[in-house]
């Protein structure tokens, strides 16, 4: 067996707050080593379950947050920027029986859930043929194009309700509850480790019973930007429709180009395009 794993931060139990998602920060040290252990539990139940092989993509950040000696043998780790698919690169190499996503969030316009944003804050909205997705749900239309079901997620309460409508078979741990945009109750990082690895072990066992999402027909991608100046330098772009100040809209052929043009959107727009006031970026 051979498992995908995407893992990113904001969902992992305990973390609230940006002080706990970024190096030089004053929590930081205790948000990287908490979801490294929620990541090394849920490998630890996926070899049990018989995984010879769990690739693994840090999804956060400067995606070098993951302690990768931490990690199982027969992990291999994807990390730091850029490439290509963002948070699921490695999923198209080779098959997979299943895809695990530890640590995920609510979309930027979702009314609740911890930090909630979709890949970068200069996004405000990402829709896919008309309806607004996070990146769960983008990601999931990703694995599915590789037909690899997603068996379990985790993060907070808003956002597994969002799940829920999306993945009725996949399993799902709450690790806390969202009081705000910055405020959580949440689990201690030890009890949300064992009942991630209780959940992985269940989606696991009925891997073959998950189907992976359905792939809609046509692939008509919208980002509205934070910042009016991004619209504008990409309206330069032949291939590049704007229609509104803020959003631009592409039209693709599959998932992976949805992705490839996220991916190239979000880490031009957080290392390319100097906002007023900060001179080169």
């Known amino acids: ?7 990113d931060i904001e969902g992992v139990a305990g973390i609230a707050h940006l002080p706990s998602t970024g190096p030089g920060r004053f929590d930081y ?13 849920a490998c630890r139940a996926a070899i049990e379950a018989g995984a010879q092989e769990i690739i693994i993509t840090d999804g956060h950040g400067t995606a070098h947050n993951l302690l990768f000696d931490e990690l199982p043998d027969c992990a291999r780790l994807v990390r730091s920027w850029p490439r290509a698919l963002v948070q699921m690169e490695g999923i198209q190499d080779g098959t997979y029986d299943a895809a695990i996503f530890i640590g995920h969030h609510s979309n930027a316009t979702s009314r609740g859930g911890i930090l ?3 890949f970068v804050g200069a996004f405000r909205d990402v829709r896919l043929n008309g309806v607004s997705h996070s990146e769960t749900t983008l990601n999931a239309l990703l694995a599915a194009h590789f037909k690899v079901p997603l068996v379990f997620t985790s993060g907070d309460d808003a956002y597994i309700e969002h799940c829920r409508q999306y993945f009725p078979q996949t399993e799902m741990v709450v690790t806390k509850k969202a009081l705000g945009l910055t405020a959580i109750d949440s689990l201690k990082p030890a009890v949300a480790q064992r009942l ?18 359905s ?22 772009l032949p291939w590049c429709e704007r229609t509104g100040s803020h ?8 998932m992976v180009e949805v992705m490839r043009v996220i991916g190239f959107s979000s880490f031009y727009q957080s290392h390319g395009i100097p906002r007023y006031g900060e001179g080169k970026p």
């Open 1 to 7: 067996m051979r498992i995908f794993l995407s893992a």
């Open 247 to 254: 959003t631009i809209r592409w039209i693709l052929s599959d």
């Open 196 to 213: 991630i690895a209780e959940g992985v072990a269940k989606g696991l066992a009925k891997r073959h019973e998950i189907k992976p999402l």
């Open 29 to 41: 040290e205790s948000g990287r080593r908490w979801m490294t252990q929620e990541v090394a539990a």
């Open 215 to 236: 792939l809609p027909s046509n692939f008509e991608l919208e980002i509205d930007f934070t910042d009016r100046s991004q619209p504008e330098m990409w309206e330069w």
């Open 116 to 118: 909630s944003h979709t």
